[in-house]
Antibody, heavy 121, light 107 residues
């Protein structure tokens, strides 16, 4: 059974830092691109960042570029999101998700349960 | 970035109704369009990928159509478990974007 389990969320003051983790099991983690997607309370889904299978290529949404860093440890089957200089608008549930490739198309087929990050003083 | 616009933002329907949700892209995305269902407090679940391909295990009452800029998700006969929020998402661009969501509520 595929499982993605996020951890590391919590309450942090503006300007603070947090590191999220996403532990994968039941999949060949090192074969897949992985993403972070967030959802502010009562709002829609927003893509945050992605990393390729070996960790050599990353991309970020403009809203987090320069503040967030995505990384992975394939030996530990774990994805990370280092979040620095946090702002109130970063408050959201953060999901990790696997990017599946099928017949030339990509889509998110497995998601974690989400971890809540609250930025507030 | 490619903007994805869904309509309506919410709708009320009864069990057994046929429901249609539309999604429009700000530029052509070929068939790089996915649909997700999300229930409160839960992670999204993929229903349709590549505009019209049904994900394994998803009931056949769900279908998707369209290409280019205009896409449709159809639920042929709404069931009680289908009351949820639905999102489209483009995977044409490196910078993925989602529609704003359509909340399907019980009439």
């Amino acid at each position: 059974e595929v499982q993605l389990v996020e951890s590391g969320g919590g309450l942090v003051q503006p300007g603070g830092s947090l590191r999220l983790s996403c532990a994968a099991s039941g999949i060949t983690f090192s074969s897949y691109w992985m993403h972070w997607v967030r959802q502010a309370p009562g709002k829609g889904l927003v893509w945050v960042s992605r990393i390729n299978s070996d960790g050599s290529s990353t991309d970020y949404a403009d809203s987090v570029k320069g503040r967030f860093t995505i990384s992975r440890d394939n030996a530990k089957n774990t994805l990370y999101l280092q979040m620095n200089s946090l702002r109130a608008e970063d408050t959201a549930v953060y999901y990790c998700a696997r990017f599946e490739y099928h017949s030339g198309y990509y889509y998110f087929d497995y998601w974690g349960q989400g971890t809540l990050v609250t930025v507030s003083s | 970035d490619i903007q994805m616009t869904q309509s309506p933002s919410s709708l009320s329907a009864s069990v057994g109704d046929r429901v249609t949700i539309t999604c429009r892209a700000s530029q052509s995305i070929s068939s790089y369009l996915n649909w997700y269902q999300q229930k409160p407090g839960k992670a999204p679940k993929v229903l349709i990928y590549a505009a019209s391909s049904l994900q394994t295990g998803v009931p056949s009452r769900f279908s998707g159509s369209g290409s280019g800029t205009d896409f449709t998700l159809t639920i042929s006969s709404l069931q009680p478990e289908d009351f949820a929020t639905y999102y489209c998402q483009q995977s044409y661009s490196t910078f993925l974007t989602f529609g704003g969501g359509t909340k399907v509520e019980i009439k």
